[in-house]
């Protein structure tokens, strides 16, 4: 198991000020005095339970796994995980589905690797050689795995994220986005079993892309992959909707710029179905007027081209989402995928970055936040759990939303992954902790510990 220490490093640097009125919440923040974690941040049970309290716990476990439809009865009890946020403004988060780790799939996917990486080289932190400046604190992991699933969802709900923007690139099998597509489509029973909305981002730079089998037009093309979205995603009860209608967001478009381009792609849609389109931030008027709304980026002028875009084209938006993330450092070049391209830095600064974009989206008028991003680990905006940094990026977000839940809940999702893994095969132990992840859905964290300690005691590896 990972050894690990539990810090408040997060908590001691500031403190949340939160403003009920217009339903604002304001973190005061003084930077640490260091970018990063010194040593790789690890996982450390906060409390050791004797070895009586845990015979006691496994017996009883076993005992209720002996029972007849057990698992089932305490599911159907755990439908949900109803999460309690002191600040209604609602928080989604960008999220990269295209990893592929050789443990899970066989070999190591792109997003890992790019041209010169190879993740089978650890160095002497234990670190995997990956395409990133920044490690996650679980390793290289493949979007595919349901264990993931349970672990990124769980970690969301605690921090008061209440959905996902998948980045999608089309339904056409190839280069590696069927790969994509279908492991979106791996995550949506999870999501919905913890229920976290999601919605979909459209790459339109796929429709241009041709092959000998579809030789299809870019609209026919673009045509195609909306009725995909239309005819599988729209039909779960968790699909984003804002002011009882679908959204979809368009990484732009770049390529498919004329009005006329989305009427005819919009004729998809049926007038029951019909959903707004979001594009990226001061293109939207010279598009069609299915484009209601539009989103916001990471940026190398930071605020200053949040400040100018609320005060230049929002007013004019149906929806208007906001941005907020950690810093932007990409890996493309030295990953040898760009010529410099994105080759601009904006430092995390401490995480006074993340909490400067955290606060101007809550004062400005953005409908909701898409937190940029999850998972992209190759232009470095992550915030989820890594090496570097821990939980400290959740750790902010439980104070912005309001979640009565901390680092220790936190780190308790983190074990149970890691638990997972030390644990492959072994049938009962597998059964034990998805029993485990039914008391995280009800917040019982301690008898999740309590199992994880018992499995580690009791079970051989």
């Not at 999501?191 to 299809?216: C, G, K, T």
């Not at 597998?430 to 859905?441: E, V």
Request: net charge negative; proline share 5%; aromatic share 16%.
């Amino acid at each position: 198991m990972i050894k690990t220490y539990l810090t408040k490093r997060v908590k001691s640097l500031f403190a949340l000020m939160c403003i009920l009125q217009l339903a604002s919440c304001d973190i005061d923040y003084e930077p640490a005095p260091s970018e990063a974690r010194t040593a790789p941040y690890q996982l450390e049970h906060n409390t050791i339970y004797n070895d009586s309290v845990l015979k006691q716990v496994l017996d009883e476990e076993l005992l209720l796994l002996k029972g007849q439809n057990n698992l089932n009865i305490l599911a159907k009890n755990n439908s949900g995980m109803d999460i309690y946020k002191s600040n209604p403004k609602k928080v989604y988060v960008h999220y990269l589905p295209w990893f592929q780790s050789k443990p899970h799939d066989g070999y190591w996917g792109q997003h890992w690797t790019m041209t010169n990486k190879n993740p089978d080289n650890i160095d002497e932190n234990g670190n995997n050689e990956i395409a990133s400046y920044f490690n996650p604190l679980i390793g290289p992991y493949s979007s595919f795995d349901s264990h993931l699933h349970e672990y990124h969802f769980l970690l969301m709900k605690l921090s008061g994220i209440d959905g996902i923007i998948f980045d999608w690139y089309g339904s056409r099998n190839i280069h590696d986005y069927g790969l994509i597509k279908n492991a979106t489509e791996k995550f949506i029973p999870r999501l919905e079993s913890v229920d976290l909305d999601f919605s979909i981002m459209y790459e339109d730079r796929v429709a241009y892309i041709n092959n000998e089998i579809e030789p299809n037009s870019p609209i026919e093309k673009a045509k195609e992959d909306f009725n995909y979205i239309k005819n599988t995603y729209f039909k779960s009860v968790n699909y984003l909707t804002f002011n009882n209608t679908k959204l979809i967001s368009v990484f732009g478009p770049h390529y498919l710029t004329q009005a006329n381009d989305w009427n005819q792609i919009y004729d998809v849609f049926s007038e029951e179905n019909k959903p707004s389109l979001i594009s990226l931030w001061g293109l939207k008027n010279s598009l069609s007027n299915h484009f209601t709304g539009e989103f916001l980026w990471v940026a190398p002028d930071h605020l200053l081209a949040q400040d100018y875009y609320y005060s230049t084209f929002a007013e004019s938006n149906e929806i208007t989402i906001g941005s907020t993330y950690p810093g932007f450092k990409s890996f493309y070049s030295e990953g040898g995928w760009s010529n410099g391209s994105n080759a601009w830095t904006l430092p995390r600064n401490d995480g006074l970055t993340f909490v400067e974009t955290l606060n101007n989206s809550s004062y400005e008028s953005a409908d909701f936040i898409q937190i940029i991003t999850w998972n992209d680990f190759g232009e470095g905006t992550i915030i989820e759990p890594t090496k570097e940094f821990g939980f400290d990026y959740l750790i902010m977000l439980q104070e912005y939303t309001g979640v009565p839940y901390d680092e220790e809940d936190l780190a308790t999702a983190a074990r149970l992954y890691e638990c997972r893994k030390k644990y492959p095969n072994n049938k009962t132990a597998q059964q034990l902790m998805d029993r485990s992840y039914l008391y995280m859905k009800a917040f019982n964290f301690s008898r999740v510990n309590q199992i994880i300690q018992a499995i580690y005691k009791y079970f051989p590896i």
